[in-house]
């Protein structure tokens, strides 16, 4: 009953709140899309030639240090730590490791990941090594029957 009380007298604070003119609280999934929101746009501005913004580098400084981490910032190499994203059973791999096993480009292997069951995990694509290579055997089949 205590519980209850609380509830009504603190109701959980939604994802963004207006705390006052100018003061804003993000949080939960909002953070994650202020954090995705930042960094389209400092792709944008260098893929347009442009400098970063340092008011955006502050500000995705801060939002990091509210305890969110971009794990394509945080891991120079793709490849490394694919186990911490996607914990589940399955042998992990990136987009560029498909493409090495498929013999296709990378760009080709991230059309091909959602088909495969992969998933968009942090900006990037993981998907399962069985179904990549399940994938190369089925097309081999098909290229071996079709000659």
Known sequence: M???????????RPPVDVLAPGLVLVSGPALAAVEYAIRVAQDAR???????SRD????AASVSAAGQTDIG???????????EVC?????WITSDQAAGLLGCTPRQARRLAPLLGGRLTGGRWLIDRLAVEEHRAGRRLSEGTAA
């Open 87 to 91: 914990p589940e059973d399955g042998d």
């Open 2 to 12: 205590s519980t209850d009380r609380q509830i009504r007298n603190n109701p959980p």
């Open 56 to 59: 955006l580098e502050l500000l």
């Open 46 to 52: 260098r893929r347009n030639g442009l400098r970063p």
């Open 73 to 83: 910032a945080a891991q120079s190499d793709e490849t490394e730590n694919v186990a």
